[in-house]
């Protein structure tokens, strides 16, 4: 195992890529410690701002409040990051495999255009949780990210593939313009959920403000949801026996899009 810990805030956002465990697999700490890392506009070593105990291991435990710490497992694709305390921006970005989990707070785009893996956060995301990137046309394109806090906004948006489970509330346009994948927020939906949507699934147990380029079709008992629900109590969510065996109102949209998404409604009746 191989832990970092943050010796002192940076001045400016630092920019750590380079912590992930592709990186530090089979390093010494002094190999470790004279990675790159970017501090404004400066080039400084990881040793700079971390103390590193442990040679290189695809199991990194991170200590220390690293709000203003970027980029921690983007990329990654084996081994596990584990977090204690809040993270900053774009935490396992374009991922590919492996697990990230975060105890405490993560900035905005954790997750973005991921491609594979599991990122837990037991605090708040920001903005932009498993999305794309501005000008991109892809987000996150398989793997599954759980949030035991509230999300911000546009969670999903543009997504492909996966799943992202939001036990707090969500923010507006939620799966705005997503092609496949399913979102499910255990609480409250922001302003215009599923905005622009051509396929994949939005659920929710709170009866949201929807767009009028949704169109109810009926209520029913999805299969499908029934069995992802049962996946997530065996990870520890504490999935309520109603919503396993309720029903659902179904609405399809956007209809000013392909029309071929769905957002289902926890049927409280």
């Not at 990329?75 to 991922?95: E, F, K």
């Not at 398989?142 to 949030?147: A, D, K, Q, T």
């Not at 065996?234 to 179904?250: F, I, N, T």
């Amino acid at each position: 195992m191989t832990t970092l810990t943050l010796k002192a805030q940076p001045p400016a956002p630092l920019e750590a890529d380079c912590i992930t465990p592709d990186n530090l697999l089979g390093k010494t700490a002094a190999e470790i410690s004279g990675l790159s890392v970017v501090c404004g506009n400066e080039t400084n070593r990881l040793g700079d701002w971390f103390t590193v105990a442990g040679d290189g291991a695809d199991d990194i435990v991170i200590e220390g409040d690293l709000a203003r710490v970027k980029h921690i497992g983007a990329g990654m694709s084996q081994g596990q990051i584990t977090v204690h305390g809040d993270v900053g921006m774009h935490l396992g970005a374009g991922m590919h495999g492996g697990e990230i989990i975060a105890h405490g707070n993560a900035g905005d785009w954790a997750g973005a255009e991921m491609t594979g893996g599991l990122i837990r956060i037991t605090g708040n995301a920001g903005h932009g949780l498993g999305g794309a990137y501005r000008g991109s046309r892809r987000g996150m394109n398989r793997g599954l990210i759980m949030v035991e806090g509230n999300a911000g906004n546009e969670v999903g948006a543009t997504m492909r593939r996966g799943l992202i489970v939001v036990l707090g509330n969500v923010g507006d346009f939620a799966g705005a313009f997503m092609t496949a994948g399913s979102i499910i927020c255990f609480g409250q939906l922001g302003a215009r959920p599923g905005a622009g949507m051509k396929h994949g699934t939005i659920v929710t147990f709170y009866s949201p403000e929807l767009l009028p380029t949704f169109r109810y079709d009926c209520v029913y008992q999805p299969g499908f949801l029934r069995l992802i629900l049962q996946s997530l109590r065996a990870r520890g969510v504490p999935v309520k026996d109603e919503y396993l065996a309720g029903q659902y109102r179904r609405y399809s949209g956007d209809l000013n899009a392909l029309g071929k998404g769905e957002i289902l409604v926890y049927d409280q009746r």
